[in-house]
């Protein structure tokens, strides 16, 4: 099948995932794209592949040579962020020329606000129709993982080792390991194909943290609120000033970790707040959730144990569990050269599968995707990169056959 058609295909499933149902998955939208990619593997030759209760997807396909080979996974995530419609129906491809590029009546890929347009000028690029994000973040993953296989397939001459396949559900909600079997999958290693931009190879990632916030207020009549009323909205606002300004992610970059507020909802009565908290600094890290906790015990003693906070890990940074393991991270990097892609090698803003499956005792980087702007309507991907991402898997394959690093 045509990448892009298959791209297509898995892009009009809605997997958005929802951070408020504790179940696994925590839509029903991904059980269907798990159940349609079990099908499409088993029309591909993996004879095993298969769903489990929960939503993941695993896959083997056998060694053809008697070699040394590592036992290398691929894996990627089936569900997208929460943060816009998760089922792109209307995806446009636009042979790019430069200048921006029209979603909508309202929305413009704008060479202002979005330089590396200028990097694409020639290619056919993806994008929405500015109602949806793309999905590319991870189904372009998805399909670059798809397509060696059906490389493979049909090109049983290229000798290869043990490949083992893995889809996992809830990773934008933090939770995409949670329940994958690592002594099932029975890789040696493994990358996930979760990354941005063409080339990028990622290896250090964000130390990561949800916290939850309950202000309880006191409402009265307005007209009789002096030294009575306390107002949650405004306690939430006076936290979120108490915060560091330039610790946000619109001031920051590079190593420079951040608090986000996520979600605000509330009255005079009671309001609920949710931030993320990043750092690849793991001592940053843990003074951020200091921080967080003494601004909250401050107000309580202003205005009396108004406020509950919970923190909760989400990942840690995998640096320290790939470096001892640095030939896989020279095993990609190679392949991308042999190939004519420029590896780039930067730390994530943000977090994988690998990270957490890293620390499972199975080390995992991560490789490109292809796309740009996750997470919202401007979203997009050039369709080359897709194309290129399924070479590299295949080259990867081929020279990890008596691979010594």
Not at 33 to 52: F, S
Not at 98 to 115: A, M, Q, R
Not at 311 to 339: C, F, V, W
């Amino acid at each position: 099948m045509d990448a892009v058609k298959r791209f297509f295909k898995y892009i009009a499933v809605d997997t958005k995932s929802n951070e408020d149902n504790p179940e696994c998955p925590s839509t029903k939208g991904q059980l269907e794209l798990g159940k349609m990619l079990v099908q499409e593997l088993h029309e591909l030759g993996v004879a095993d592949a298969e769903q489990d209760a929960h939503g993941y997807v695993y896959g083997t396909i056998p060694a053809n040579t008697d070699k040394k080979a590592p036992v290398i996974g691929f894996i990627a995530h089936m569900d997208t962020a929460p943060d816009l419609d998760g089922k792109c129906v209307n995806p446009q491809i636009v042979h790019y020329k430069g200048g921006d590029i029209k979603l909508n009546e309202t929305y413009s890929l704008t060479v202002k606000e979005f330089p590396f347009l200028n990097k694409l000028i020639g290619e056919d690029i993806i994008t929405t129709d500015g109602t949806t994000l793309l999905g590319a973040d991870d189904k372009s993953g998805i399909t670059i993982i798809m397509g060696m296989v059906e490389y493979l397939r049909d090109n049983p001459q290229v000798q290869h080792g043990t490949i083992k396949i893995g889809f996992t559900p809830d990773e934008e909600i933090g939770r995409g390991a949670d329940l994958f079997d690592v002594k099932k999958f029975g890789a040696d290693f493994a990358y996930t194909i979760d990354g941005g931009e063409i080339g990028e190879l990622e290896y250090e990632n964000f130390n990561a943290a949800s916290a939850k916030i309950e202000i309880q207020g006191k409402n009265v009549h307005p007209g009789t609120a002096k030294n009575i009323m306390i107002n949650s909205l405004r306690v939430a606002g006076e936290l979120d000033s108490m915060l560091p300004v330039e610790q946000k992610p619109e001031y920051t970059e590079g190593y420079e970790g951040f608090f986000l507020l996520t979600h605000l909802n509330g009255a005079v009565d009671h309001t609920s707040m949710s931030y993320i908290i990043r750092d690849h600094s793991t001592d940053k890290f843990e003074q951020k959730k200091t921080l967080l906790r003494n601004a909250v015990a401050f107000l309580n003693t202003k205005y009396g144990a108004i406020i509950t906070l919970s923190i909760t890990d989400s990942y840690y940074n995998m640096r320290g569990q790939i470096e001892p393991h640095i030939e896989i991270i020279d095993l990609a990097k190679k392949s991308m050269e042999e190939i004519g892609i420029t590896p780039i090698i930067h730390p994530i803003r943000g977090g994988t599968d690998g990270a957490r499956l890293s620390f499972m005792g199975l080390p995992c980087p991560n490789i490109f995707a292809g796309g740009f702007n996750f997470h919202g309507r401007f979203e997009c991907i050039p369709v080359s990169s897709i194309y290129k991402g399924i070479d590299l898997l295949i080259r990867i394959i081929e020279n990890a056959v008596g691979y010594k690093g």
